[in-house]
C-alpha cells in the first residue's frame, strides 16, 4: 500500500469579524486555524531542493488573508467557504481544516468546526453586475434589483455601500454601490443593450462628463470566465481592482472567485488594495435581506 504524506499548517491566529451578535459585527476576535493537505514529499526530500516542496508559506499567507477580510456570521461558513478558496487555488486535492473560535462557549477552552473536503471543478457559470446611484438612490437601486430580477434571476446580493465619488466634482452627493449575480448565457452584447434600456428608464443621462452625478449606472464586472475587449469594454471590468465601490460590494458575494486572465482571487485583490482616499461603508441598515420585503419575485 502506497504511503500518504501530508503538509499540514496548525495555531494559525487570526483576527477577523465573526459572529451574530452586535459587537461581533463592530469588533475583531481571533480565530485559530489548522490545514492538513495531501502531498507527495519524496521529490523535494530526495532533492532537498525548495523548489521541489511546496510552497506551504504562501498557502499560509492565502489563507490569513481570506480570513482577516471574512465577515461571515458562521464559524461553519468560513471554514466551507475557506476551504473552497484554497483547493482551486493551490489544485489540492483534499483539505482537512479546524477552525476554532477560543472562548465562544463560557465555560470551554475552545469550540470549532473540523471539514475535510475534496477539490471538484468549480467553474465560474455567473455574470456580475455592479450598481450605482447618487440621485434618490434608494429608489434607483430598488427599480434596478427588481428589473434584474425579473429579467435574469438574481443569484446574489451584497450589502449597499455608500461610497465617496471618485474623480468628481466637489459637493457631489455620495453614492449607494453594489454588487449583485446573475445566473444567465445571455451574451455580454445583450445584456449591454438591456442595461442601457434599464438606465434610460430610470433617467440616466450621458454626457461626456463620466464623472457626473447619476440616477442610475450598471456595469458587467465579471461574464462568467470570458476575457473580451473592444472599444466598448472588456471583461474582466478593469475597475475591479482599483476601484473600492466594486471590489469591496464583490468580496462580499465572491470572496473565492478568482479574476479570469489573473492567478488573484477576489479576497486577495482586497487585502492588497491600498488606496485610502476611497471612503467606503456597509450601510448596515440596509442588508441584502430587507431587498426580500421589496415586491422582487423568485428570490
Known sequence: MENQDFIFLTGLRISCIIGIFDWERRQKQDVVLDLRFPTNVRKASLNDHIDDAVDYKRIAKAAIAFVEKSRFELVETLAERLADYLLVNFQLPELFIRLSKPGAVRGSKDVGVEITRTRTTLANGLVYLSLGSNLEPSSHLKNAL?????????????????????????????????????????????????????????????????????????????????????????????DIPTKAFVLFPLLEIAPNLVVPGTSQAVVELAHAFRNKQQSIRQLKNLPPSTFKTWPVTNF
Do not use: C
Open 146 to 238: 427588481i428589473a434584474i430580477n425579473r429579467q435574469f434571476g438574481l443569484a446574489g446580493i451584497s450589502h449597499i455601500y455608500e461610497t465617496s465619488p471618485v474623480g468628481g466634482k466637489k459637493g457631489q452627493p455620495f453614492f449607494w454601490n453594489m454588487v449583485v449575480s446573475v445566473d444567465t448565457d445571455e451574451k455580454p452584447k445583450e445584456i449591454r443593450r438591456w442595461i442601457g434600456r434599464l438606465e434610460k428608464q430610470e433617467g440616466r443621462v450621458r454626457t461626456l462628463d463620466r464623472y457626473r452625478s447619476r440616477t442610475l449606472d450598471v456595469d458587467i464586472l465579471l461574464w462568467k470566465n470570458l476575457i473580451q475587449k473592444n472599444r466598448s469594454y472588456a471583461l474582466p471590468h478593469p
